[in-house]
């Protein structure tokens, strides 16, 4: 089993950057197969987009950038398609609270993927994930089951401020 490497990072460089985004897209579509689906080219572009993205994207910042860099301008509701198939699929994540996506930083991971949840800077628009003991997990269901709640999503997005943005404080 690989053990989960480092995210894309401007601790990286611009190389190392492009090596992690080539084995994300490879292992993305090596799990589509895997599960029966098809990453076609297009969903591949929207995922390389959001791997190369430095904060989370709206659709609309999504198009944009598409039309930028493959030439093209993609109408809106495919993008949604597009971007619900790879939430879908664990290979994209949709921040609720600010109606933005970015990539699963785990796509070339191969272990269990965790419940995520994010840490949001309102300052810069850093976001980090981070996953949940399965432990905290099911001691929340069994709170939430207790109280006769009905879940519907389970993922967390904390707003604050980043280490570099609150000037390295915790």
């Known amino acids: 089993m690989r053990a989960c490497p480092a995210g894309l990072s401007a601790r990286f460089s611009m190389q190392q950057n492009a090596q992690r985004i080539e084995q994300a897209l490879v292992r ?18 929207i995922l390389q987009l959001l791997l190369e993205a430095r904060a989370p994207l709206s659709a609309y910042e999504i198009i944009d950038r598409y039309a930028e860099a493959f030439g093209t301008k993609l109408p809106a509701m495919s993008v949604y398609r597009m971007l619900q198939f790879l939430a879908d699929n664990k290979l994209a994540h949709k921040l609720e609270t600010t109606n933005q996506y970015l990539a699963c930083s785990h796509i070339a991971c191969e272990h269990e993927h965790s419940v995520p949840q994010f840490l949001i ?22 709170s939430v089951a207790r109280s006769g709640f009905t879940l519907v999503s389970q993922q967390l997005e904390l707003h604050g401020l980043c280490s570099s943005c609150n000037g390295g404080k915790s």
């Open 28 to 45: 993305a579509e090596h799990d589509c197969v895997q599960a029966g689906q098809r990453l076609t080219s297009k969903r591949k572009h």
């Open 121 to 142: 800077c309102d300052k810069c628009h850093k976001v980090e994930e981070l996953g949940l003991r399965r432990e905290l997990v099911d001691e929340l269901h069994n």
